[in-house]
């Protein structure tokens, strides 16, 4: 079975009916001009970017795969700017144009390494030398419920850690070892372990990681 890129017709019914969770630690952007360009991956129906509008940042761009969020996340914030991703991870900027980049449970539904490798690689080409790039996302769990599930798909999606939910997603919970190899080209400045209740109502930890791009390379 294929690990898909982008699954916009689960994020499209998704954005009817779920709630995102993962917290934004605002000691973390506290270095960070309220002028700075931000921008929100996979920002869904516009939550952290209006957590971050309330806290005073005012050039934000979020973009998603999904049309359907983002029309969920242009009718709660009109004044928002927000853009749906026809061929993901592309993005319709330039080069070093951001001073910071949001991850927040994305890698979550990327689940394939190929895939996740793109991704990161897209991110560093548009953050400025020096620019943030802070992730938030699932680590493995080790409860039975879910080293089940991670056995039964691990042979047909490749990488353990990726399952199938059982209303028609297929996710990804990581490694801290895979996050260390996917991020390998930044500078780690912090990182935290979270507890978050998952978009299907279980509580997981997570893990959060900031990272800057370097300056010279
Ligand atoms: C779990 S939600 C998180 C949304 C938001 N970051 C938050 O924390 O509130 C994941 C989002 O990623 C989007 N997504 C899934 N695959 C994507 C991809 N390949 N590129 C961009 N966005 C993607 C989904 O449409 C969904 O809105």
Redesign the pocket.
Known sequence: MSTP???IAY?DTAAATKT?T?PLHLPWLDGISRHAAVL?????YG??MAELEQHGFGNLLG????PA?IKRAQHLHPTMHFTT?SE??ALPSPHAEFDAVLL???LT??PADESQHRLITELNRILKPGGILYVSDLLLQDDERNRRRYSKYATGHGSYGVFETGDGAVCRHHSREWLTILLAGFEVLSSRTIVVPT?NGHESTGIQILVRKPTAT
């Open positions: 890129d982008s699954q994020w995102f993962h929100d991956y996979g920002c869904g939550r952290t973009a998603d795969t999904s969020m991703l993901p991870p927040f449970a994305v539904c990327v978009m």
